[in-house]
């Protein structure tokens, strides 16, 4: 499966986003879905994921409320629509899949997000 990133860019602060994770070679619609972020200096972390139904959804503390992650299985598709963008959301966001067991195991590129202040 191949995971294509896309939806960032460069935004003010208090800003919206909507990132896209498209896959191509494999349906999406029996996999556990996340999107992850890095920053320069800083650990991955996970910031959203989204069960196969898309009937359960995680956050982290810092984007709850902000943030929110969905699915369309039709189109084979993962969002992160991301609200009230604060500069400390700066960072480089994947989408990556989940295929078995607890491991996310296949990834997409990586889109830019830059939140100016």
């Known amino acids: 499966v191949q995971l294509q990133a896309s939806g960032g860019g460069l935004v003010q602060a208090g800003g919206s986003l909507r990132l896209s994770c498209a896959a191509s070679g494999r349906t999406l619609r029996t996999y556990d879905m996340g999107w992850f972020r890095q920053a320069p200096g800083k650990e991955r972390e996970l910031v959203a994921s989204?069960?196969?139904?898309?009937?359960?959804?995680t956050y982290t503390d810092s984007v709850k409320g902000r943030f929110t992650i969905s699915r369309e299985n039709a189109k084979n598709t993962v969002y992160l629509q991301m609200n009230s963008l604060k500069s400390e959301d700066t960072s480089v966001y994947y989408c990556a899949l989940r295929s078995g067991g607890l491991i996310y195991d296949y990834w997409g590129q990586g889109t830019l997000v830059t939140v100016s202040s």
């Open positions: 989204i069960n196969w139904s898309g009937r359960s959804t």
